[in-house]
């Protein structure tokens, strides 16, 4: 059985810290690029943190296709709520 997934209610400006906050760990993504014509690729390095401390380094690649033209740079982050 999955554990049951844990909402955080707040304003969307807000969530983020509030998330932080309940998360075991949090995965953080702080520069990602996507570059692409009709052909695209993305890529980006990151931490996992716990606890306030880096445990690890992670990369983020993804290849698309479709009606695409450009280059585009963001972040994210993944909250991970449990120790499963």
Do not use: W
Not at 3 to 15: L, N
Not at 45 to 67: D, M, P, R, V, W
Request: aromatic fraction near 14%; include cysteine.
């Amino acid at each position: 059985m999955l554990p049951q997934p844990h909402y955080v209610s707040c304003s969307p400006r807000s969530r983020p810290r509030q998330l932080n906050d309940v998360a075991a760990a949090v995965l953080v993504f702080p520069k990602i690029v996507k570059v692409g014509f009709v052909f695209g690729d993305a890529y980006g390095e990151g931490a996992l943190l716990q606890g306030g401390k880096t445990i690890g380094y992670y990369n983020s690649a993804a290849e698309s296709y479709g009606l695409q033209a450009g280059v585009q740079g963001f972040g994210y982050a993944l909250f991970g709520s449990g120790a499963n």
